[in-house]
């Protein structure tokens, strides 16, 4: 079993920043990528930006420029900062680790870009 716990989170105003890390613990064994995804209320859940091990990253297109994603030497910590804030980019983001064949979610955080 893997546990996936995510920090970070809030309310912001557009423009500003906030920065989300997530830690994955337990049955961690060889190759596995870690990422963030968002649901925005009516909408499907989608990639906002990925670490694969060896240090490659992949961020989508709508944040490109404005997040960062990160991971730590061990491997099971990764970090989202994000800039530039929009209201678009109010969502709930969940961190996903996805091992071989099975993948974990964690439980969702709140983010929310207000005026």
């Known amino acids: 079993q893997v546990q996936v716990m995510e920090f970070g989170g809030g309310s912001v105003q557009p423009g500003g920043s906030l920065s989300l890390s997530c830690e994955a613990s337990?049955?961690?064994?060889?190759?596995?990528?870690m990422g963030w995804y968002r649901q925005a209320p009516g909408k499907e859940r989608e990639l906002v930006a990925a670490?694969?091990?060896?240090?490659?990253?992949k961020i989508e297109d709508p944040v490109k420029g404005r997040f960062t994603i990160s991971r730590d030497t061990v491997g099971n910590v990764i970090y989202l900062q994000m800039n530039n804030l929009k209201p678009e980019d109010t969502a709930v983001y969940y961190c996903?680790?996805?091992?071989?064949?099975?993948?974990?979610w964690g439980q969702g955080t709140q983010v929310t870009v207000s005026s």
């Open positions: 670490s694969f091990p060896g240090g490659v990253t």
């Open positions: 337990g049955s961690l064994f060889g190759y596995f990528v």
């Open positions: 996903n680790v996805r091992l071989t064949s099975t993948e974990y």
